[in-house]
């Protein structure tokens, strides 16, 4: 039972390390959508892993399925001819639209085109051939990608304060997790962060209030049910998912100390939980940080859940 207490703080103390480490990162989905070429699944695979790179070397995460923003890939077919020789080969010379939206408004953010060149035993291997010769640190792409990145960087820097009322709007209808992805998913580096670092603790608060509130009762029903040893293991696994940080810690203590009193010594969560209680109230600002973390993971957990985004051309509108 120890250890399942302790996964809260191991976890945010883990994840303390990861965002000391952060630059104004954000999540970008690729998305290879269905070609006007038959693309293999390897080569699309490759185009992917390819992208992913160029998006990696200018400070975004591009391996996440579901974001706010996405790059969008097509590979278009200018030319292509037979070799000569004994084993003649396909070659094939492609453009790579490339273009980059936000995936809720349909609005583009920026579109550049690369030219490439492979050559294949038929059209597949050609294509393939093709995208391996892309380089993620091709000088068109790198411009591309830290051209796009500012202008990402000023969308939100203009849309905070409605990205944060639409976030709000969400705790409303108790989508806290849709919200604290919404929120986690500003670059740290716009303007007046602050205001949405607020806003991601006041998000965070109530949602752990209402879990906190809502573990509670069913671990007290399963101890009224049952006020043996099977009772109290039922109950301490609803105590145990409770967060140190949520209003009713002190409800969930109390209840544990109830169920210690009648186990006895052998049933040691309520030592463990005053503990962790202590450890997680030394320094406000490692709580916060904590706090911000934990809404990250969250959010996080929401976008992996999400549909994968489909493309619809007609759906994005011209570049800003």
């Known amino acids: 039972m120890k250890k399942i207490v302790l996964t809260w703080a191991l976890l945010a103390l883990s994840a303390l390390g990861i965002h000391a480490q952060a630059q104004c990162e954000f999540p970008l989905t690729i998305v290879i959508p269905d070609q006007t070429i038959d693309l293999s699944p390897m080569a699309k695979s490759q185009l992917t892993s390819k992208l992913r790179q160029a998006v990696t ?20 077919e200018t030319s292509k001819h037979m070799t000569g020789g004994l084993r003649p080969l396909v070659a094939v010379t492609t ?25 294949g035993q038929n059209d597949k291997t050609a294509y393939m051939a093709s995208i391996s010769s892309l380089n993620p640190q091709n000088t ?21 304060n409605n990205i944060i009322r639409q976030a709000k709007s969400y705790c409303t209808k ?27 603790l006041s998000t965070f608060q109530t949602y752990v209030d209402q879990d906190c509130t809502a573990k509670i009762n069913k671990a007290r029903q399963a101890w009224n049910a049952s006020q043996d040893r099977e009772g109290a293991k039922i109950a301490g696994a609803y105590l145990a998912a409770i967060n140190p940080a949520a209003q009713c810690f002190a409800d969930a203590e109390e209840l544990a ?3 210690h009193e009648r186990i006895g010594e052998e049933w040691e969560w309520a030592k463990d939980m005053k503990e962790f209680g202590k450890e997680m109230a030394r320094s406000q600002v490692e709580l916060e940080k904590m706090r911000i973390e934990a809404a990250r993971a969250i959010g996080e957990a929401y976008a992996e859940n999400q549909p994968d985004i489909t493309i619809n051309q007609n759906f994005f509108s011209a570049e800003e």
């Open 174 to 200: 108790q989508d806290f997790e849709q919200a604290m992805y919404l929120l986690t998913s500003i670059p740290t580096c716009i303007n007046n962060y602050d205001d949405v670092e607020a806003a991601i």
């Open 57 to 76: 070397l200018n400070g975004m995460a591009g391996g996440t399925r579901y974001s706010n923003f996405c790059i969008v890939a097509y590979l278009v």
């Open 140 to 160: 068109a792409l790198q411009s591309f990608m830290k051209a796009t990145k500012k202008k990402i960087v000023a969308y939100y820097d203009g849309q905070t």
């Open 95 to 119: 453009s790579l639209e490339l273009y980059v939206a936000n995936t809720r408004t349909g609005d583009k953010f920026g579109s550049t085109y690369i030219n490439l060149s492979g050559a």
């Open 257 to 259: 100390d109830e169920i």
